[in-house]
């Protein structure tokens, strides 16, 4: 049981959480800034370049594409909630947040990690549709589809993360308020509290089962579909195709849910590895599937490719045409 508010304790609002970085590394932890801001940049610039060329190409406005923007978007939201505290952290070693600010925080990392969840499902099942009801898919995967099925897992993902701001906001917090981290991680956090509860203590792991195995059973099951129907086609170009479209998806649902399977070792085996660790890597498990989807998705999808580089050309023929006129 969490016990009242005693004289050396305070309102949750009377207070500032202090994030003092990286355990072990403060002396040093200053030259890994300049790391995670080309990492802000790739991922900033990509992830703003994928929505804006799916706009801009009316051959893009398919489902498939929409998917991804979604995801791009997505993973916008993970760098701009995340990284402008960790880059203040580790430049200026330490950072002053409140509390309010925290909570919301602790609310987006984990809403971030299952929406890219269900928007991977939805991209597993337009596959599905795709390759093995090929004849209903325009009747199946419509537009209202998608906004129905985008609102759906929005709410599923608020409900599902939303008792971790809450439940850290109810705890009591009183003496030393430093947090041994680079951003509001809910373990980080909590650890200061002065007294807590077994649900939350252990809320944080009831997500990944109840969540994201459902989720990649999901994606599993459509998958393996596809698979089955892709080895019955004759066609050695049909399999080229469908290798071609599922190839980049695969790639991303890897990223993703090995990130957070990885981070998920990592903080559960803490007690067996150097202190920076486990609030190093709940930051790299975050920045890794936006940093690394749109370049998955430049590279392994021809449609987007054959864009940007026909948008390449454009600009280089109108530089070249400036010139010119200027000579």
Known sequence: MVTKLSSNQT???????????????????????????????????????????????????????YFISILSVVDLIACLSVLPSVLLT???????????????????VPFIGVMQSAVLVLMAYDRYIAVCKPLRYSTIVTNTFIVKAFLL??????????????LANLLPYCGERSVQNIHCEYLSVINVACART???????YIIFPLVGLPDATLIGLSYYR???????LKSKEALQK??????????VFALVYLSVLLSTVLSLSENHMPPYMPP??????????????????????????????????????TLTDKQRTHF
């Open 90 to 108: 580790l430049v200026f070693g330490s950072l002053s947040v409140l509390p309010d600010a925290c909570f919301l925080q602790m609310f987006c």
């Open 11 to 65: 309102s949750n609002q009377d207070f500032v959480f202090i994030l003092t970085g990286l355990p072990g590394l403060h002396n040093v932890q200053h030259w890994l800034s300049f790391p995670f801001i080309i990492i802000f940049l790739v991922a900033l610039l990509g992830n703003v370049a994928v929505p804006l060329i799916i706009i801009i190409d009316k051959c893009l406005h398919e489902p498939m594409y």
């Open 226 to 232: 596809i698979v089955r129907v892709t080895l019955q």
């Open 153 to 166: 897992f929005t709410i599923r993902s608020i409900c599902a993360v939303l008792p971790i701001p809450v």
């Open 198 to 204: 077994t649900i939350s203590d252990n809320f944080h």
């Open 280 to 317: 190093l890597s709940s930051v790299i498990y975050l920045l890794i599937p936006p940093t690394l989807n749109p370049l998955v998705y430049g590279a392994k999808s021809k449609q987007i490719k054959k864009t940007v580089l026909k948008h390449f050309r454009n600009i280089k023929s």
């Open 242 to 251: 469908t290798f071609s479209t599922c190839s980049s998806h695969i790639s």
